[in-house]
């Protein structure tokens, strides 16, 4: 199993970033997905899941109306996009394969993660 993300990004405040974690090695609609980030300083902080299998989302209170999660099943890639980016967006951002019931809410039970992507929003 293997969740590969995409490269560090560079951001000016206001701009926007879309993250990919492109899936392998297992059955990509059987597990839901979860975004998690580390900012310096702070510790892990929810994004939200996605349903690989229907597209289906929830995201933390936090990040409502800025992040949008998607799935492409063709390539198994699901992405975060982020907007309106402010200074405190900076921080390395992951993917996670996820045991988590869809009903429950924040960090989960993760078998396996993204190799992390560093965004920083700087002017």
């Known amino acids: 199993v293997q969740l590969v993300q995409s490269g560090a990004e560079l951001r000016i405040p206001g701009a926007s970033v879309k993250v990919s974690c492109k899936a392998s090695g297992y059955t990509f609609l059987k597990y839901y997905i979860d975004w998690v980030r580390q900012a310096p300083g702070e510790g892990s902080t929810w994004m939200g899941r996605?349903?690989?299998?229907?597209?289906?989302?929830k995201y933390a209170g936090k990040f409502q109306g800025r992040v949008t999660f998607t799935r492409d099943t063709s390539t198994s890639t699901v992405y975060m996009e982020l907007s309106n980016l402010k200074s405190e967006d900076t921080a390395v951002y992951y993917c996670a394969r996820t045991t988590s019931g869809w009903g429950t809410e924040g960090i989960g039970e993760y078998e396996y993660w993204g190799q992390g992507t560093q965004v920083t929003v700087s002017s």
């Open positions: 996605i349903d690989p299998e229907d597209g289906e989302t």
